[in-house]
DNA sequence: ATTCTGACGTGGG
DNA sequence: CCCCACGCCAGAA
């Protein structure tokens, strides 16, 4: 079944494939996904993410463009710096242009490369 | 098995 | 845009 992988790892695959100086939500990813319902658990994988440097976790923010997830790095503004460090302007921890920077994975990708 | 939580989203006001 | 309430579902205790 195309189904091998576990949640998170379909997670981590979209979010890899997030282009330098882009953004995404997660229900973007999560409708990508399938699981437009449980946008939250792509924040849980993501949690996860922790044991995968692979994945830009900073580069995923809510549909606000609001840097909810800032808490959770290593530093207070750790979040926001690698933003920025990519072109993106951030303004009391909200993405400047959200909808400029935004990368919608169901529209850039092609389909589900499962 | 049950309960709670959570890096969210949507709808109504 | 903000605020409030509910739903959603997968994982952790």
Known sequence: MENSANFFDKVYAVA??????????????????????????????MNASHNNPTVPAHRVVNRKGLLTGKHHFDGTNLMQQLL??????????????FSAVFWDPNTELPAHSK
Request: glycine share 12%.
């Open 16 to 45: 890899k494939q997030i282009p330098y100086g882009r953004v995404t939500s997660y229900g973007a990813i999560a409708k990508y996904l399938g699981t437009a319902r449980s946008a939250r658990m792509v924040g849980w994988a």
């Open 84 to 97: 920025e460090s990519e072109g993106i302007t951030i303004k009391e921890n909200q993405i400047q242009k």
